[in-house]
């Protein structure tokens, strides 16, 4: 295993550094301190040379556009229907950034911040004190986010959440994947463990309705490919996928869901204890500029491990609070193979 900091870029004077590890199967992992964004996640091509099989790009600067390219997410992953909830009976209302909802933490999320970073061995910790004042959220909260990566292709993303008031904690990683040797995503396909799907409103935030997957373009639990199911969606549903997945309940170390590209042979296996997955599929990311040439229609699916969204204002969503003093952790595991 080895590891190497350097210097990735500059934001407003400020260096921004990148942190990497890499196995003893040539995978390498690289984060950077802006966003606590993970900038690669590379496999040995059939040429031996590294692929990267996130979609991200290249700068702080671009980044800071806020399509939230395999950032960190915080406090909330998800919508908060008009930015009001109530902990314990107490009614709260956190700064909005899209019409009335806040969406992955509102305009000062984890992913605008910039992190403190260190090796810990051979782990990538990025640490983050973040007072109300900064985000809005009830609670002053110290925030870690550790990436590390073993010689099993494993690499899992822990977030801890620590606050001296009752708060929020729903984060997650905002990873795109593109498996393919510079294609697009159509080939691929997906399996996720889920019976059910979240109605959304127009504004995607959450009815309430959980939605059986049944003879619907949601059903993937005996895995999809995904142009056939995006074809199918938009001809019944009238729109590609970005939707909210309840998971089953399942043994923890077994996998939510599975990414697999039959024409590379790789595959990313996603395990997480929590109840949701968020599967966005935007139609066309023309217009960044990717780190890997992968511009066009359907260049990346976006996989996120969380909570049920809205959570404080849906009885059976499950419960994101950190009570005040308390901390919680939650890890999510992407195992790659190729
Ligand atoms: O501005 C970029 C896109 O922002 C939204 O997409 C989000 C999606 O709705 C969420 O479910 C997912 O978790 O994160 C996506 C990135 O924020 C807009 O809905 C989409 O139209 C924009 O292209």
Not at 100 to 121: E, K, R, S, V, Y
Not at 245 to 252: A, T
Not at 301 to 317: G, V, Y
Request: a negative charge.
């Amino acid at each position: 295993m080895n590891t190497k900091k350097e210097l990735f870029d500059k934001l407003d004077g400020q260096q921004i550094e990148k942190f990497t590890i890499t196995n003893d199967h040539d995978v390498s992992v690289s984060a950077i301190t802006f966003g606590a964004t993970l900038e690669e996640f590379n496999v040995p091509g059939p040429d031996g040379k590294p692929t990267n099989i996130l979609v991200t790009v290249p700068t702080s600067e671009e980044l800071m556009k806020n399509q939230f390219f395999c950032q960190a997410i915080g406090r909330t992953a998800g919508r908060i229907s008009n930015g009001t909830f109530k902990i314990n009976g107490k009614a709260y209302h956190v700064d909005q950034n899209e019409g009335t909802t806040t969406l992955h933490g509102g305009p000062h999320g984890f992913n605008t911040q910039i992190w403190d970073g260190a090796f810990d061995g051979d782990t990538i910790v990025f640490t983050k004190h973040i007072n109300s004042s900064d985000d809005s959220f009830p609670g002053n909260i110290d925030v870690k986010i550790t990436f590390s990566l073993n010689n099993d292709n494993e690499l899992t993303v822990t977030f801890s959440g620590k606050s001296d008031a009752d708060t929020l904690f729903n984060p997650t990683q905002h990873m795109y994947f593109n498996l393919s040797d510079g294609g697009d995503i159509n080939g691929h396909s997906l399996q996720i463990n889920a019976d059910h799907y979240l109605e959304l409103n127009s504004n995607k935030t959450p009815s309430g309705k959980k939605v059986a997957v049944d003879d619907t373009p949601y059903d993937f639990r005996d895995g999809q490919n995904l142009k056939v199911g995006i074809a199918d969606m938009k001809a019944e549903v009238g729109h590609s996928y970005d939707e909210v997945f309840e998971i089953n309940d399942h043994q923890d170390d077994e996998p939510i869901a599975k990414l697999s590209d039959p024409e590379t042979g790789r595959s990313v296996s996603i395990s997480s204890k929590r109840n949701a997955l968020v599967v966005f599929t935007p139609d066309d990311l023309s217009g960044s500029n990717f780190m890997i040439g992968k511009g066009g229609p359907y260049m990346a699916i976006a996989l996120e491990a969380q909570n049920l969204p809205d959570t404080p204002n849906h009885d059976d969503f499950g419960d994101v609070t950190l009570p005040a003093g308390e901390e919680k952790t939650y890890s999510i595991k992407y195992k790659v193979e190729f």
